[in-house]
């Protein structure tokens, strides 16, 4: 059986590497490529947040993958022109997800499912009801503990030993839906928050591929409600909290990090332990 999917992913480095699993696994269905781009004024006004924003998204769509279409294609990561291609796929770019808004082309591609990873807006209730499958949502945080943004950061922060990334079905509240599973990374001591971020973007991809499978096989998902109730939500980190964490011995972005990032999309051996 064959479906259709929606795809929704941030337009950044990690969306892209998020991407490069998680398509080649949906070879056999029919795809379109919906992408968030939203800034927050938090991001621009906290200035390790500006950083990263710059790191995550800027560089990579103005001079990464500008220069990443001029190698060979074969061992590097594709940009988000080349899976468009490769896949054959619409791509879109979202401001919003209001149905009679920038959302009306994901409502008119009617896919059966939504894959959500590392995407930066709120689906609303007749986008939610509309979808036959559901939307499935990948979140780098174990819920109900770390529902809300940065929950990679709260979990280093609160020297958490192994990071968690739930794979969930979306529903009318934030980060609340009925869990798939949730799979565990452990932090690697000297490493920042930026490089355990690929391995929970790829596990979540890995469960939202077994679930797609399960719903071609005619097998119901077997998601289990959270607790009401239950779990914080958590927001952009102040300048305050970055502090905090950098004092614990913990740091946002390392360049060695962020470099071997930069190596493993370009297919080039990691001149360090990097993340697989």
Not at 118 to 137: D, E, K
Not at 203 to 221: E, K, M
Not at 235 to 242: G, K, L, M, N, Q
Request: glycine residues 8%.
């Amino acid at each position: 059986m064959s479906l259709r999917i929606a795809v929704c992913a941030k337009r950044d480095l990690l969306g892209a590497m998020a991407l490069n699993e998680l398509l080649p696994g949906l070879a056999s269905h029919r795809i379109a490529l919906f992408y968030s781009n939203k800034t927050r004024p938090v991001e621009r006004a906290v200035p390790d947040l500006a950083a990263e924003a710059l790191l995550e998204r800027d560089l990579p769509l103005e001079v990464l993958f500008p220069l990443l279409a001029q190698l060979p294609p074969d061992g590097r990561c594709a940009t988000f022109a080349e899976l468009a291609q490769r896949h054959g796929c619409a791509e879109t770019v979202l401001t919003d997800v209001r149905p009679d808004g920038w959302a009306r082309d994901l409502h008119e591609f009617a896919p059966d499912l939504i894959i959500s990873v590392r995407f930066s807006l709120i689906f609303m209730a007749p986008t939610i009801a509309a979808v036959r499958h559901g939307i499935i949502n990948v979140h780098p945080g174990p819920l109900p503990q770390y529902r809300g943004l940065f929950a990679p950061f709260w979990q280093m922060l609160h020297q958490q030993t192994r990071l968690g990334v739930t794979t969930h079905m979306v529903d009318a509240g934030i980060d609340t839906g009925p869990i798939l599973g949730i799979d565990w990374v452990p932090v690697t001591e000297g490493r920042s928050v930026f490089w355990h971020l690929p391995l929970l973007y790829g596990a979540g991809v890995r469960r939202a591929l077994s679930a797609v499978g399960h719903l071609v096989a005619g097998t119901p998902l077997a998601a289990v409600p959270q607790p009401s109730g239950a779990g914080d939500y958590y927001r952009f980190p102040t300048a305050a909290d970055i502090a905090e964490l950098r004092a614990s011995g913990r740091e946002l972005v390392l360049a060695r990090d962020y470099t071997e990032c930069l190596r493993r999309m370009a297919g080039l051996p990691g001149q360090d332990a990097q993340p697989t």
